[in-house]
């Protein structure tokens, strides 16, 4: 099942290759990595509008260029410690079916090519750990980089909920 899921994303190049455009960017010590084809823009991080009753992971909304997007702390949605915004700290801006939807995150780092030999299926973790988000671990040199299916992540009821809050 995860090595359909990493043949999925997968591009194929014009020389038959297949391969992969990954944004990485940190979050406290370990560093993700999303399709850059999902990403519309990259922000330096702005306080927000917050929204009563939201759940915690969902820190507000701001208005981008005539446009209300919801913004999601990733720090808070992977419960990875308590987040802290500095002068690193970025909103990356992401088109998902069709929504606009800001993520938080502690720095990017760059744009990397991932062939597929470099992507691994993630690890079975059994039901003590939901891993239907992420697409594999990918590895360039002594990096690794966690990689996230930003659709699955951001899907179903949590999209329908940002759409309330977007409204």
């Given at each position: 099942m995860a090595d359909i899921a990493v043949r999925r994303h997968?591009?194929?190049?014009?020389?038959?290759?297949?391969?992969?455009?990954?944004?990485?960017?940190?979050?406290?010590q370990e560093e993700y990595g999303l399709n850059i084809l999902k990403v519309q823009e990259i922000r330096g991080y702005e306080s927000v509008t917050r929204i009563a009753n939201a759940p915690d992971y969902i820190m507000g909304v701001v208005n981008l260029r005539g446009i209300i997007v919801p913004i999601v702390d990733m720090r808070v949605r992977f419960n990875i410690g308590t987040p802290s915004y500095d002068d690193f700290t970025?909103?990356?801006?992401?088109?998902?079916?069709?929504?606009?939807?800001?993520?938080?995150?502690?720095?990017?780092?760059?744009?990397?090519?991932?062939?597929?030999?470099?992507?691994?299926?993630?690890?079975?973790?059994?039901?003590?750990?939901?891993?239907?988000?992420?697409?594999?671990?990918?590895?360039?040199?002594?990096?690794?980089?966690?990689?996230?299916?930003?659709?699955?992540?951001?899907?179903?009821?949590?999209?329908?909920?940002?759409?309330?809050?977007?409204?």
């Open positions: 997968m591009e194929t190049t014009t020389s038959g290759d297949t391969s992969m455009e990954i944004l990485s960017f940190k979050l406290g970025v909103v990356i801006i992401l088109n998902i079916a069709g929504r606009v939807i800001g993520m938080v995150v502690d720095s990017v780092s760059d744009v990397v090519t991932l062939a597929s030999e470099q992507i691994k299926p993630a690890p079975e973790m059994g039901t003590a750990l939901n891993t239907d988000y992420l697409i594999g671990l990918g590895t360039i040199d002594d990096r690794m980089l966690i990689l996230v299916d930003i659709d699955r992540l951001m899907s179903g009821a949590e999209i329908g909920l940002l759409q309330k809050l977007a409204a």
